[in-house]
């Protein structure tokens, strides 16, 4: 089976931006979820959705955005960016039901300058 | 709140050694503790995950330990190799109805060849 794919892999965008990123679960699984990874925080929980349903939130503030399509496809959006945005979002996909494990893609990395 | 401590944050050892990673969370709801382990360049890719019905699970020279009334868990490695060099995640999480996963801040472990 192919892996979490996530595009773009690398981009630059101007602080007041907004940017869109993309991710394909593995196939058959339902669930996505995404989190943002910077050397200060850590690996932060952004949003998971199910079934095109965001089902957990996370504490990030409203211009970070998702969502699912029929196929499971995930995109997350954040709108006018900030220099603290700049950091590695990775998306990862599990079955959803039962609830099992996560697999990771290997991330976008974004930097707002 | 949700929290995972891990320690060490920094863990050198020479080719052949063991190594033992350990994290303690704080929600007594927690009943799912996978590792990761993330190469440079690489999303973090799942090495092992336990459930809170299980005290310890070993898959070859990994394995995992959990102690529910002290709210712990380790990761130990044996027979370490250099290519076991990486960044290792401990996490946490309810397995209710979401996938959010609380990590750990991670653990830069290096094997001396």
């Known amino acids: 089976k192919a892996g979490v794919t996530q595009t773009p892999r690398y981009l630059i965008k101007t602080r007041g931006q907004q940017v869109t990123l993309s991710c394909s679960p593995i196939?058959?699984?339902?669930?996505v979820s995404w989190y943002q990874q910077t050397p200060g925080q850590g690996l932060q929980f952004l949003f998971e959705?199910?079934?095109?349903?965001?089902?957990n939130k996370g504490n990030f503030p409203g211009r970070f955005s998702g969502r699912q399509f029929s196929n499971s496809r995930s995109e997350m959006n954040v709108s006018t960016l900030e220099l603290g945005d700049s950091a590695l979002y990775l998306c990862?996909?599990?079955?959803?039901?039962?609830?099992?494990?996560?697999?990771f893609g290997p991330g976008t990395r974004l930097t707002v300058t | 709140g949700e929290n995972v401590e891990q320690h060490p944050s920094t863990l050198s050892v020479q080719e052949g050694d063991s190594a033992v990673i350990k994290c303690t969370y704080s929600?007594?709801?927690?009943?799912?503790f996978p590792w990761y382990k993330q190469e440079l360049g690489k999303g973090p890719q799942l090495i092992i995950d336990?459930?809170?019905?299980?005290g310890e699970k070993k898959d070859q020279r990994i394995a995992v330990t959990l102690n529910k009334t002290a709210k712990h868990f380790s990761l130990h490695i044996t027979e370490t190799q250099p290519e076991d060099s990486a960044v290792y995640f401990c996490?946490?999480?309810?397995?209710?109805?979401?996938?959010?996963?609380?990590f750990g801040s991670g653990t830069r472990l290096l094997v001396r060849p």
């Open positions: 990862a996909s599990s079955p959803g039901t039962p609830v099992g494990e996560q697999y």
């Open positions: 196939s058959g699984h339902r669930s």
């Open positions: 959705y199910f079934s095109e349903t965001q089902r």
């Open positions: 929600d007594s709801a927690s009943n799912y």
């Open positions: 336990i459930r809170s019905n299980v």
């Open positions: 996490a946490a999480s309810r397995r209710d109805s979401s996938y959010k996963l609380i």
